[in-house]
């Protein structure tokens, strides 16, 4: 259900600055100007800004500022909206903001004006999330993908997607009621297989894609490896510009992991140090060693570290080979090339097998050899990792719908091709639109909308 009050909020960020915005939507909006600025004319146009004087509840002037009235529907609402654009100080934007409170509005929630936009039909779901994702974006590759979200690519296709569906939908209830008719079930066996078939094959391509989707809003997650004083706190500095992490010759510094966040070419990249790989016997070393691992299986890309002039024991070489046969995008550094190597022949083959193998020398307080050409690799590997032609899922919980309407349109494939009743086909493909609706928001519950718009912003 829609609600009708009247919202105000604080749309800029705490603190201060040169312009600061209070914003108000709602039935009631234009009685909330009228009560700030009192001078406000009745036939000023829609959509024009004014310089105006703005007032408290106590007739006190707080501001002189621009202000605008939006009237509905043309607002990124659907209701009236109006905007008080200020001098930016705190306390300026805190007695506007309160006297809007006092003059009939209510704080908004965190998203709600957004939330707002969706259920006054104005966006769809999937543009209401690729909302918070363009405030969020820090990397040119999540912007990319947060405007074409915004401009409604995602929910297109779902949309088409689901037409699809409905059309399935409906000539298979259709030969429910004409049963008796013999001609009716083979026709539509076919014509609901091609439809059902398609929607599949869309569905299985864009959760294929799902990864590089999810790398351009999030970042690429690249996990540092390799035996203690290999080099890894060292390369995790250099590549963040910063000494973010502690480096000392003592084996196992490194306890747990520390992330930071790195940009090449316009991609994040999620670089993340970790606790050296070795048999340890202090429990707080193991339980970093644990986490270690556990960010291994869930990175994006590994960056191995080799210390060639400690060479590589056993445990070493298991890893490697596990790594190449799990087939991680990894990239070898071979570290302390300006040193004696201990490697074996065994061992530079081994580490031949994998596609790159960049030679540097990082000295933490010297001269860092090779850490262009590394660089360089990276940035190859981030792009192709992040590239994605057409549509592309990026949340988790477009994955969730679209798994949950494969494995519903799959079971209704089964009934068609088995011969079943039609209404067991009917009932599997209602729950595979009602999948594709979650989505783009046209069949939605409150929990949903909730967790979604809670990560939002307050004043958007």
């Known amino acids: 259900m829609i609600d009708s009050t009247t919202i105000a909020a604080i749309a800029t960020p705490a603190g201060r600055g040169g312009v600061g915005i209070v914003r108000v939507s709602g039935p009631e909006a234009r009685d909330v100007l009228r009560a700030l600025v009192p001078a406000w004319p009745d036939d000023h146009p829609s959509h024009k800004l004014r310089l105006s004087r703005i007032h408290d509840e106590h007739g006190d002037l707080v501001d002189e500022a621009l202000c605008v009235l939006m009237e509905s529907p043309h607002t990124y609402t659907g209701d009236d909206v109006v905007e008080f654009q200020c001098h930016g100080g705190p306390i300026i934007l805190r007695r506007v903001l309160d006297a809007a409170l006092a003059s009939g509005a209510r704080a908004a929630g965190p998203g709600e004006f957004t939330e707002r936009a969706f259920l006054n039909g104005r966006i769809d779901l999937t543009q209401a999330e690729a ?60 014509e609901v297989l091609q439809r059902v078939d398609k929607v599949i094959a869309e569905l299985r391509d864009l959760k294929r894609r799902f990864d590089q989707g999810r790398r351009q809003r999030e970042g690429v997650r690249v996990v540092i490896l390799g035996p203690p004083n290999a080099g890894k706190s060292t390369l995790f500095n250099a590549l963040h510009g910063s000494e973010r992490a502690i480096v000392t010759s003592i084996a196992g510094t490194t306890r747990d992991f520390l992330e930071e966040e790195i940009h090449l070419e316009g991609v994040a990249l999620r670089v993340v140090d970790t606790a050296g790989l070795r048999d340890a016997t202090d429990e707080v070393e193991q339980i970093g060693i644990e986490r270690s691992r556990e960010l291994q299986s869930k990175a994006d890309l590994v960056i191995w570290l080799v210390d060639q002039e400690q060479g590589l024991d056993d445990d070493q070489r298991r890893d490697l080979e596990e790594t190449l046969a799990r087939h991680i995008e990894t990239v070898v550094v071979r570290n302390k090339i300006d040193l004696p190597s201990t490697l074996t022949a065994d061992d530079v083959a081994l580490l031949e097998r994998f596609e790159h193998v960049v030679p540097t020398a990082l000295a933490a307080d010297g001269e860092r050899e090779g850490m262009d050409e590394l660089v360089g690799v990276l940035t190859g590997i981030a792009a192709e990792l992040t590239s994605g032609e057409g549509v592309l899922l990026s949340r988790t919980r477009h994955l969730e719908c679209v798994n949950r309407a494969l494995e519903a349109l799959g079971r209704a494939k089964e009934a068609v091709e088995a011969g079943m009743e039609h209404e067991f086909v009917a009932l599997d493909l209602r729950e595979g639109l009602d999948a594709l609706g979650d989505i783009v928001g046209q069949v939605s519950t409150d929990d ?11 004043g958007k």
């Open 448 to 458: 949903i909308l909730n967790k979604i718009f809670s990560e939002f912003c307050v």
């Open 131 to 190: 909302v918070a994702d363009l405030v969020e974006a820090t990397s040119v590759s999540a912007h990319k993908l947060a405007m074409e979200h915004l401009q409604g690519s995602l929910g297109a296709a779902i949309r088409e997607l689901r037409t699809l569906t409905m059309e399935a939908v409906t000539l298979v209830e259709s030969a429910i009621d004409f049963a008796h008719e013999e001609h009716v079930y083979q026709i539509e066996h076919d």
